[in-house]
């Protein structure tokens, strides 16, 4: 009896209960596909500091870390005591009641490593990611560190050395079997796969960058182009992919002088869309398919300066692309073609990425309000939500809930 039907039968029907049990979560950042998109249900609408808030837990130390929540927990890291040495710990909280259930000092950063330091950031910025009963934390150039569900270390790597500039602040994905990290200093930028088990490093390319300005922060993504994988990962003036089994380039665009790359690259209908970011923004949709070598003059599909943001992510949901300016421009395109639907000013700054939900989008500013759009071309402001406290950091979703992290609180919206 030829058993390959059955084997490939049994594979299909566990990828489908996995991918069903984890629509429940949200593991890493941007959620399940890493771009933003929940399949919750009955998320909130409206809230405020007093008004459909579940609960409300003060969080010990510092960090703007996006919560993410597996099972029924959510990690989050944080940074106590001295500023100059910083005690750097994850954090699980109970979901349901918000109660924090273990605070675990990963490590200590070293003297002096935390000197570069911008005033929107903080030494735990990087959010985490969990999987298969392991969470992932990383503190940028001051270390990676894996633990258990119950909290405990399984191993730390802090041999990866490289001069920050303004802090840490890019999350790490996973990618196979492999924990990949953007390390873009401010010399000698490059891009590094931890072996996920024991945290070694398989493979480390160097970012070679005609930009005078060579630090970044953006969180790596993979797709898949022609059946197979490609590590999609911004870096200061250009954008490149790496294959997953050596970290060899595959290809780049080029935008020039671009840096400090923040957003984390969405794909959606067969293009890439990127930010160029400082000192002048532009938003590029890039077509992967067929890229080799330098691609900047053939695989351009269409590009956009005003309103493309410094810091949120791009947001694609159906044939739309949204986007949030860092100055609070909110433009909505035809994602295939760059044509403008509409741009409206939302008012605040911003620094959140947006994510959608049952045909809604929602927008975080920095001052701690949040606005909920109708998706589509037409602009339509569904509510206006403030939480009354700064907020940085990109929300979680789950089913009649938003999880928010604020200046000193975890919020669970919902009742």
């Known amino acids: 009896m030829n058993s390959a039907p059955l084997r490939v039968g049994l594979l299909a029907l566990v990828s489908f209960v996995g991918a069903a049990r984890a629509t429940a979560d949200w593991p890493e950042f941007r959620g399940p596909t890493g771009q933003g998109l929940a399949s919750a249900k009955n998320v909130p609408t409206q809230w405020s500091a007093t008004a459909n808030v579940a609960w409300k837990t003060a969080l010990p130390g510092e960090g703007w870390s996006s919560p993410v929540l597996v099972a029924g927990k959510l990690y989050l890291t944080a940074a106590e005591g001295d500023g100059a040495m910083p005690s750097l710990h ?4 109970d979901a349901a009641s918000g109660k924090l259930l273990w605070k675990v000092e990963v490590m200590t950063a070293e003297a002096g490593a935390t000197k570069e330091f911008h005033k929107k950031n903080s030494h735990a910025s990087p959010t985490p990611i969990v999987r298969d009963g392991v969470i992932y934390v990383h503190f940028g150039h001051m270390g990676t560190a894996a633990l258990d569900l119950s909290g405990k270390v399984l191993w730390r790597q802090t041999s990866l050395a490289y001069a920050p500039m303004h802090g840490n602040g890019g999350s790490p994905a996973l990618i196979g079997d492999l924990l990949v990290l953007n390390c873009d200093g401010k010399t000698d930028p490059f891009i590094v796969a931890l072996d996920a088990k024991t945290g070694t490093a398989r493979w480390k390319t160097p970012r070679q960058t005609p930009a005078r300005n060579k630090f970044s922060f953006s969180t790596p993504l993979a797709i898949e182009v022609d059946g197979a994988t490609q590590i999609i990962s911004p ?3 250009f954008v490149a992919a790496y294959a997953p089994q050596d970290g060899r380039e595959l290809w780049r665009v080029r935008y020039g ?14 293009l890439l869309y990127v930010s160029s970011c400082f000192m002048r923004p532009m ?3 890039i077509n992967p398919k067929g890229a080799a070598g330098d691609a900047t003059d053939t695989h ?12 949120p992510s791009p947001l694609v949901v159906g044939d739309e692309l949204y986007l949030v300016s860092d100055g609070g421009i909110a433009t909505c395109f035809d994602a295939k073609t760059g044509q403008v639907h ?3 000013r939302r008012g605040g700054d911003f620094s959140a990425s947006p994510i959608a939900a049952e045909g809604r989008i929602y927008f975080q500013n920095e001052e701690g309000v949040g606005t909920v759009l109708k998706a589509g071309k037409a602009y339509e402001v569904i509510a206006r939500n403030d939480l009354g406290e700064r907020t940085l950091a990109s929300p979680a979703v789950a089913d009649n809930t938003l999880f928010l992290r604020s200046k000193s609180h975890l919020w669970r919206i919902g009742k």
């Not at 002088?257 to 067969?270: D, K, L, N, Q, T």
């Open 90 to 93: 994850a954090l699980c909280v």
């Open 342 to 344: 509409w741009s409206e």
């Open 257 to 270: 002088e671009g840096f400090s790359i923040i957003p984390r690259p969405v794909y959606a209908h067969g």
């Open 235 to 237: 870096a200061s003036g």
């Open 300 to 311: 351009i599909v269409w590009s956009y300066a005003k309103g493309a943001p410094n810091t």
């Open 283 to 285: 938003i590029y949709a």
